[in-house]
């Protein structure tokens, strides 16, 4: 299939019902209490708020005690889901290209104590609009973007983090599956254009890349504006004594002086931030030491040289200062045209937290009180296979919109009000999950007598990959130096 047809591909409803079939044979457990659950989470009215309130939907034939039974006990064949996941029809940008973004969103759980494996996960915008670090289950999620402004993504895969995980290795791998699944499954052909892999700020950018450079993929990410780089190594005079520079004259964000004159320069006129100015310097790289991430690296350190990319808008949306965002990307040499279309690609990152806020406020992800993070990550694969049947059904539902809300064709509506039409479409895709036998519900502990096996405490884990202990980073603190090195 070529990069146009790909494009171009329309799924039809049977894509939806080959998914659903794929999806019930990947539950290797209680798989008919499983496949409805998931479909109550889709046809509940309004957002799931709790658990057990999902048993009280037509959708969920089984009482609340299978449900209970399936989340605690079920299974889940979570390769052949990827698998699956990676052959669905993808969004793609005007030229083909497939466009992944990566983030960590956290599921919180402060006051579990009996909860092992949590980690303290870094929130914003809680109480004061303060940095927290606040106990939970912080989860890395891969997802497809799609080329324009839109509150949609393909998710493709979760990864729960464990406490003193590396995050840039982990990243890495799990692109790298993504990737490689992708190829298989003939998302990607040589010849195609590069798969572009969107990072924010909180990741090594340049180390990343490095882990995936024998992948056919480009890594563009945000940094810090008081990163320092370094400019290639000068040529070698002839006829000089001594060891070859490795590194040029340094780049610092936050001095014009040491920037010189870009190699790429664009001004665009935008509705929300009025004219943006983007200004490129090509191969530029940071200094490694072998200190944490490079402590084991056999061999010299590499030079990851890239383009780095400042932007400036005039206005934001809503308001407030408008500060430069520095972006790098793995590539170099690139054109003017390129450079508009990477901090444009950049932008669409931020669709991922529409995702986030649907997973946790109307599908209720973070809902359910679990104390096993094996069931948690059962219930977070089954948010992510209720939320590609709700972008494949997109295009089949009608559009039930309240009496206030405005008219929006088909490719326009959000994940919400696709969600209100999945109930009515349901009956005309597959349903394989079988109708529930009679039972009795078992005898439970007798009444008027106490619990003695009481549930075990966890301490919330907080070290590093190399087994020390999380100290605050220096550039963290207000009034530090700029960082020179990784």
């Not at 303060?130 to 324009?148: D, F, K, N, R, T």
């Not at 664009?266 to 790289?285: F, I, K, N, P």
């Not at 790098?328 to 040499?333: E, F, K, R």
Request: charged share 25%; glycine share 8%.
């Amino acid at each position: 299939m070529s990069v146009l047809q790909k494009a171009c591909h329309v799924e039809p409803l049977d894509v939806l019902s080959r998914f659903r079939l794929g999806f019930y044979q990947c539950l290797t457990a209680r798989a008919d209490a499983l496949f409805e659950l998931a479909d109550a989470v889709l046809c509940a009215d309004g957002p799931v708020k709790t658990l057990v309130g999902l048993s009280l939907a037509a959708e969920h034939r089984r009482g609340h005690g299978a449900l209970y039974d399936g989340v605690n006990h079920g299974r889940l064949d979570v390769a052949r889901l990827r698998v699956t996941l990676a052959g669905l029809p993808l969004p793609r940008c005007a030229d083909g290209r497939l466009v992944l973004a990566v983030d960590v969103t956290p599921w919180l759980r402060p006051d579990a104590a009996t909860c092992p494996d949590r980690s303290f996960c870094h929130t914003y915008g809680r109480g004061k609009g303060e940095h927290q670090m606040i106990p939970g289950w912080p989860y890395s999620i891969v997802a497809g973007l799609e080329p324009g402004r839109s509150s949609w993504t393909a998710m493709l895969d979760a990864q729960r983090l464990a406490p003193g995980a590396d995050v840039a290795a982990v990243t890495a791998a799990q692109v790298r599956g993504v990737v490689q699944r992708l190829i298989e499954a003939g998302q990607w052909d040589p010849g195609d254009p590069p798969i572009w892999i969107v990072l924010d700020a909180g990741y090594d950018v340049p180390r990343i890349a490095f882990l995936l450079g024998d992948l056919p993929v480009q890594v563009l990410g945000r940094m810090r504006s008081d990163r320092v780089l370094c400019r290639p190594a000068p040529t070698r005079v002839p006829g000089a004594t001594g060891r070859p520079p490795k590194h040029g004259g340094e780049f610092v964000f936050g001095d014009p002086a040491t920037w010189d004159e870009p190699d790429a320069a664009t001004t665009t006129d935008t509705e929300r931030y009025g004219a943006v100015h983007a200004q490129a310097w090509d191969r530029l790289h940071p200094t490694l030491t072998r200190r944490a991430a490079w402590r084991e690296h056999t061999g010299a350190l590499p030079v990851i040289e890239g383009t780095v990319i400042r932007l400036q808008v005039d206005r934001l949306p809503h308001g407030g200062e408008a500060k430069p965002l520095w972006l790098w990307h793995s590539g170099t040499a690139i054109t003017p045209a390129e450079v508009d279309r990477l901090w444009q690609t950049f932008l669409r990152r931020f669709d991922l937290e529409h995702t986030f806020r649907f997973l946790k406020q109307t599908l209720g992800w973070t809902a359910p009180k679990l104390r096993d993070p094996g069931a948690a990550d059962l219930w977070t694969w089954l948010i992510v296979a209720a939320h590609n049947q709700l972008r494949l059904a997109r295009q089949h539902v009608a559009d039930l919109r309240r009496p206030w809300e405005k008219p929006l064709p088909a490719n326009r509506l959000t994940p919400a009000r696709v969600r209100r039409g999945v109930r009515h479409l349901r009956p005309k895709t597959a349903m394989p999950a079988s109708a529930p036998k009679l039972s009795h519900p078992g005898p439970g502990r007798p009444c008027g007598s106490k619990n003695k096996h009481l549930a075990q405490r966890h301490d919330v884990g907080r070290v590093l990959a190399t087994g020390e202990a999380y100290q605050r980073p220096s550039h963290h603190k207000k009034g530090t130096k700029p960082r020179r090195k990784s």
